[in-house]
């Protein structure tokens, strides 16, 4: 499979690296710091794009893959409040977008988890939940998307919570009732750590998730894109979830 890599950061450099380990060849990389031509002969010899780039190019990146007729890939996240337009752009161009906020098998392991958790402790009242989470201080986007995705999943399932706020660590506001607090934390070189705690008076219970390299991110982040190879249509981590039952 011949990849064309939209990104070459630390998540780019890794997935390089993964890609090349399974037999893929790079056919070109694009910094979005320089300047780059769609009608490259590198972009055009790649069968799919693959980007890990910022909230601000993600959605020009993923729309010119559709005009180009290729499959993308994107694990940028902060983009979503755009997503009808990718989706009308996708269905225009009869495109194919894989898009995930993590692609750790581990962390969508973790996701099944708190939606089965938040089923069961619906029905008690006495239990408080929150969700926390910390990253390296170069990440731009806070919360993290992950930690946004396992907040809306819990929220399917919870009749007490109506939304979710978000709050830095160290913040001293008392979320209002309905409220379903995100905490984020921006430290170092952390490569990322999801908490959810489910607390009552008498007992605690907590999930996390701890990534220790960026390992996990680009095996799942070529996994997915394997799978997209001949369709169309926009996919997440759940459909590849469910179509490998």
């Given at each position: ?11 780019g ?9 399974r ?18 002969k590198?972009f ?5 794009v ?7 190019s993600?959605?020009?990146n993923?729309i ?5 007729n ?7 996240t902060?983009w ?12 225009k161009?009869n ?8 692609f750790?098998?581990g962390v ?9 958790l938040?089923k ?6 006495s ?16 919360p ?6 396992i ?15 978000a ?7 008392r ?7 995100v ?8 490569v990322g750590i999801h908490?959810?705690?489910i607390e009552?008076?008498?007992?605690r ?5 701890e ?5 996990g ?5 070529l996994?997915?894109?394997e ?5 169309k ?10 179509n490998?039952?």
């Open positions: 499979m011949k990849i064309f890599l939209f990104g070459y950061g630390k998540m450099k890794e997935i390089e690296k993964m890609a090349l380990s037999g893929h060849e790079i056919t070109g990389i694009y910094d979005p710091y320089f300047v780059f031509k769609f009608d490259s590198a055009e010899n790649a069968d799919i693959i980007d890990f780039t910022t909230p601000g993600a959605v020009y993923i010119k893959c559709f005009e180009a290729k499959p993308i890939v994107v694990g940028t902060g979503y409040h755009e997503f009808d337009e990718v989706e009308n752009q996708c269905k161009h495109g194919a977008l894989f898009y995930a906020s993590n750790s098998i969508h392991v973790m996701l099944k988890a708190c939606e089965l938040a069961m402790v619906n029905q008690y009242k239990y408080k939940i929150s969700i926390s989470e910390a990253h390296h201080e170069h990440k731009k986007d806070a993290s998307g992950t930690a946004i995705t907040a809306n999943t819990m929220l399917r399932e919870l009749d007490s919570y109506k939304e979710w706020k709050y830095p660590d160290h913040s001293d506001a979320p209002d009732a309905g409220i379903l607090p905490y984020y934390h921006r430290e170092g070189e952390i908490e959810v705690s009552s008076d008498i007992d219970i907590v999930i996390e998730h990534a220790f390299s960026r390992a991110f680009a095996t799942g982040t996994i997915a894109t799978w997209l190879i001949g369709k249509g926009i996919y997440t981590m759940q459909h590849l979830f469910d490998n039952k």
